[in-house]
């Protein structure tokens, strides 16, 4: 009997769909759930007739697969992935490859890279992303781990991720050990920011301009055909227009309190670690967690009060101002999540390719978009790019949509709508491009009160220090170190 292809754990909508996408490209794999009832389910069901074979222990599992074994494991981060792997490791072989293609931590990648690894085996901790869609027709892959593992199985991954209008596939080896899930969580940051922008777009035309879901609709099918054409706006778009079994948008019927799973979360402590200004994700987080609040807010909305909004002006220029507010936010949304990976690459001696991460996201991926091509010319015209903001295309796209960027965050102030990452998105570009911030009387500050010293203008960087501001104090300074 022919052994199979590779071996996956998990059959949940995510692991089934991606079985079906490899077998739909010639590869034949077996499937292992821990209830074993769901593989039964699915080879008698969906799955009959198909190149998919299914197994009722890990050890059936393993004895199915061609050398070296290939397992892909697409289950619940935490717990679940160690106590897996322990049970593989005794049944595999030296240079058979476990695979996490689960939203795991980075910081479990990288330790699970070597453990592994000090076992003869071989392990890839890889971002999937797409949803059920995309794992059944083509997802965004995102490698990392054991590089010796890459050949091996790149002919699987590459076959069934999304490709872009010249073929090339939405994947590629991104780094060592954690790399590739720390891709994915910065993806997952820019699409927790992405998805924010576009709920404040949508409140600023609802409450302040007093739109309709269908017009609201309409706007966004125009934008989707122009410069932020993406699978966000596009659907937004669709979710808009959708109507409940009255005829009435379902959309607003819906309560206004958001999930999260934890990787925008991540992505924001990763930054504080780094010390890298993620300012707009950190919002979109945030914004979250305070639409969680619902039964507090409905109570201070009986006892604070603020202006009531009401829109003289422009209508048309000021949606035009609201698309370029848009547009111009996301452009700092992805300068800073690609800072955040300049300096993670630094810290875990990555080696990444900014333009190829930028082409695994064009396609299969939630924050697919044209905007994402510009990005990969942006880095393969500059490699060591240190800003998105200096690249001279999205410089002058700032330029053109800076005063209507300007123009909505301070309606939406002055009439009292939350534009939270809009607004930190601005204040972000106004400090990366002031010369001089106020960050001297902080330091003057800091070294008044801790004697934490501070660097002067008129002489050399690196050499600090302290004032006795009380003339009580002494001479008596910090060392110097930062958290």
């Not at 089934?16 to 074993?36: C, D, H, P």
């Not at 980075?106 to 392990?123: A, C, H, M, N, W």
């Not at 900014?354 to 299969?364: D, N, P």
Request: aromatic share 8%; charged share 25%; net charge negative.
């Amino acid at each position: 009997m022919k052994k199979s292809d590779i071996g996956l754990i998990g059959l949940a909508v995510m692991g089934e769909n991606l079985v079906m996408n490899m077998e739909s490209k010639g590869f034949t794999v077996s499937v292992y759930n821990r209830t074993t009832e769901k593989v039964k389910k699915f080879v008698e069901g969906r799955a009959s007739g198909k190149n998919i074979v299914g197994t009722y222990s890990l050890q059936e599992l393993v004895d199915s697969l061609e050398k070296p074994r290939k397992v892909m494991m697409m289950i619940k981060a935490g717990k679940a992935v160690d106590d897996t792997i322990e049970s593989l490791i005794p049944l595999l072989e030296e240079g058979d490859i476990i695979i996490d293609g689960g939203n795991s931590h980075f910081p479990d990648t990288i330790r699970r890279t070597e453990y592994v690894e000090s076992k003869g085996l071989l392990y890839i901790g890889t971002g999937v992303s797409g949803g059920e869609e995309g794992a059944l027709k083509g997802p965004s892959l995102m490698p990392g781990g054991s590089v010796k593992a890459w050949e091996s199985v790149k002919p699987i991954l590459q076959a069934i991720c999304a490709k872009v209008e010249d073929g090339s596939p939405c994947c590629d080896w991104v780094g060592e050990n954690g790399a590739g899930h720390f891709v994915k969580m910065v993806h997952n940051g820019i699409e927790y920011g992405d998805m924010q922008l576009i709920c404040e777009a949508y409140q600023l035309m609802r409450d302040l301009l007093g739109m309709g879901d269908d017009e609201m609709r309409d706007v966004f099918a125009k934008w989707n055909e122009g410069d932020l054409d993406s699978y966000l706006i596009e659907i937004t778009r669709d979710i808009l227009g959708y109507k409940d079994t009255d005829g009435e948008p379902i959309v607003e019927k819906i309560l206004d309190t958001a999930g999260q799973k934890g990787t925008g979360k991540w992505a924001s402590i990763a930054a504080l670690d780094e010390g890298v200004p993620l300012t707009l994700i950190g919002e979109a987080v945030f914004s979250r967690c305070l639409s969680a609040m619902k039964e507090e807010r409905v109570g201070a909305s009986k006892v604070l009060s603020g202006p009531k909004p009401a829109f003289e002006g422009d209508k048309a220029q000021f949606i035009k101002d609201i698309k370029d507010a848009l547009y111009a936010a996301k452009i700092v949304s992805y300068a800073q999540g690609y800072t955040l990976m300049r300096a993670a690459a630094k810290t875990y001696n990555w080696n990444l390719n900014y333009g190829g991460i930028a082409l695994m996201w064009r396609g299969g991926c939630i924050i697919r978009s044209v905007f994402l091509g510009k990005i990969k010319e942006a880095y393969d015209s500059n490699p060591n790019l240190t800003n998105l903001l200096l690249d001279p295309y999205f410089k002058d796209i700032i330029e053109k949509a800076q005063a209507g960027w300007r123009r909505v965050c301070a309606a939406a102030i002055a009439n009292g709508i939350p534009v939270p990452a809009m607004t930190t998105a601005l204040g972000y570009f106004d400090g990366y491009r002031c010369e001089r911030l106020p960050a001297n009387l902080l330091q003057a500050q800091r070294d008044y009160f801790g004697a934490h010293t501070y660097e002067r203008l008129d002489a050399p960087r690196g050499e600090f220090f302290h004032t006795n501001w009380t003339g009580e104090g002494g001479d008596t300074f910090a060392t110097q170190y930062n958290a």
